[in-house]
């Protein structure tokens, strides 16, 4: 089975906190891409990272921090001293060697100042 | 460079009606996914078309259909429409027949009443 598992469904942190988004995968492709998306309340899907599979590296953009475990299959994303701006939905993404993108539940992030 | 578009911004429709909504790709791209987003959860595949033909499809009824034009805009159509069908429909761009790189449009919001 192709599953993407985001068990957190909401969370919430004060301004300035760091905040942490899991994100596990199921596939037994051994070749396939991970993204994370986040969807702000105008509801355009704006796109933050890929990793394709055989790219364990962790990368840094600014804020945002990833961390890609294949032993564990995890994809998770760490937003460093939050700003309210990020408060939003985000969302993992698993894209097979199907090319179908199948998308996690959502984590709700709430930023308050 | 004019990204996606998507028209209507907001649709409400009555039970059993039919329903078509528009989608042109960000310039330069040539296939169109749709994805149904039901409140609170994660994007779903319905199907992409590229070369104006259906490639891929997911798990929907065949109510749900579709069709891409030579300017490589597309069309979702709903046939039927039930209240379950009310969701934010998203479409994305890409190249190639491909997902890897996507481009998000803001989504129609559909209601069924």
């Known amino acids: 089975a192709q599953k993407v598992t985001q068990a957190q469904t909401e969370i919430s942190v004060v301004e300035k906190e760091d905040v942490t988004l899991d994100c596990v995968y199921e596939?037994?492709?051994?070749?396939?891409?991970l993204f994370w998306y986040k969807q702000p309340p105008s509801g355009e899907l704006v796109f933050l990272i890929r990793?394709?599979?055989?790219?364990?590296q962790n990368e840094i953009s600014g804020r945002y921090s990833w961390n890609f475990q294949k032993s564990t299959s995890s994809f998770n994303f760490t937003i460093t001293a939050s700003q309210v701006v990020d408060s939003a939905v985000y969302f993992c993404?698993?894209?097979?060697?199907?090319?179908?993108?199948?998308f996690g539940q959502g984590t709700t992030l709430q930023v308050k100042p | 460079d004019a990204g996606v578009t998507q028209s209507p911004t907001h649709l409400i429709k009555t039970r059993g009606q039919q329903v078509t909504l528009r989608c042109s790709p960000k310039?330069?791209?040539?296939?169109v996914s749709w994805y149904q987003q039901a409140l609170g959860q994660g994007p779903q595949f319905i199907f992409q078309?590229?070369?104006?033909?259906?490639?891929q499809r997911g798990n929907f009824p065949d109510r749900f259909s579709g069709h891409q034009f030579p300017n490589y805009s597309s069309e979702l159509n709903v046939n039927a429409l039930l209240l379950g069908d009310s969701a934010l429909y998203l479409c994305?761009?890409?190249?190639?027949?491909?997902?890897?790189?996507?481009?998000f449009g803001p989504g129609t919001r559909l209601t069924v009443t």
């Open positions: 310039s330069g791209h040539d296939t």
């Open positions: 596939t037994r492709d051994t070749t396939y891409y």
């Open positions: 994305a761009s890409s190249l190639g027949g491909d997902t890897y790189e996507q481009y």
């Open positions: 993404a698993l894209r097979p060697n199907t090319g179908k993108l199948i």
């Open positions: 078309y590229y070369e104006e033909e259906e490639r």
């Open positions: 990793r394709n599979s055989f790219d364990e």
